[in-house]
């Protein structure tokens, strides 16, 4: 049972454009979201969260977007550059006791950032 | 600072014989242990979480165990393996309210 989805595999962006990457859930007990980032080969990288009594947090070319009524959350990375190209993995922590410790995430979503 | 070590990082297993991935955590005490897979075309799924020593949580029935013999050891093993245990295991810490920071993965492919 996926409870957070991300429905694109890929997405292609321009250098320099907007990148906007997509993420629903369905688990209304997920309180903390936060982003990751993969490299071929390598373990994920932590790039930025935010709590549910937030709608938006921002750190650099980096900003995530929450949407707890739709419940979706969205990154935003502007300007793209062709270091950015990677998986992101955006990941769910609930409050209940069973998902406590451990982070939900979707399958992925391939950026490449073209020149 | 905190970092997290994994091996190794590559390894080609036959179907039916045992399984020991290591992962050891420097630089902080009592952390939260993870042990994720992540297979082919799917996202990451969590196998195991530890909060302490001799503490393990299993989130899905496998043919896997994990055990934490030392507050920042975590292993992964198995009796004998499947075809189905391929993938990219992956480790990872957490505590004093940080997000989860994760190993580089080993690769296991099973023949």
């Known amino acids: 049972d996926q409870q957070v989805k991300q429905n694109s595999p890929s997405l292609s962006v321009q250098e320099g454009r907007i990148s906007i990457l997509n993420c629903d859930y369905t688990?209304?007990?997920?309180?903390?979201f936060l982003w990751y980032k993969k490299y071929p080969a390598e373990g994920p990288t932590f790039l930025i969260s935010?709590?549910?009594?937030?709608d938006k947090n921002e750190d650099g070319r980096f900003t995530v977007f929450l949407n707890k009524s739709a419940k979706h959350l969205s990154l935003h990375i502007v300007p793209s550059q062709p270091g950015d190209s990677a998986v992101y993995f955006c990941a769910a922590k609930g409050r209940d006791s069973n998902s406590g410790y451990a982070l939900n995430f979707g399958k992925g979503t391939s950026l490449l950032v073209t020149p | 600072s905190q970092t997290i070590h994994q091996w190794p990082a590559t390894l080609v297993q036959p179907v039916g014989s045992p399984l020991s991935l290591e992962c050891t955590v420097e630089g902080t005490s009592n952390p939260n242990l993870y042990w994720y897979r992540q297979a082919a075309g799917r996202g990451l799924q969590l196998l195991f979480y530890s909060v302490g020593i001799g503490q393990i949580s299993s989130e899905v029935p496998q043919n896997l165990s994990a055990s934490r013999p030392q507050d920042r050891q975590f292993i992964l093993s198995s009796k004998k393996l499947l075809l189905s245990d391929s993938g990219f295991y992956l480790c990872?810490?957490?505590?004093?309210?940080?997000?989860?920071?994760f190993g580089d993965g080993t690769r296991l492919s099973i023949l």
């Open positions: 688990n209304s007990m997920f309180d903390y």
């Open positions: 935010i709590s549910s009594i937030k």
């Open positions: 990872a810490w957490s505590g004093g309210g940080r997000p989860q920071h």
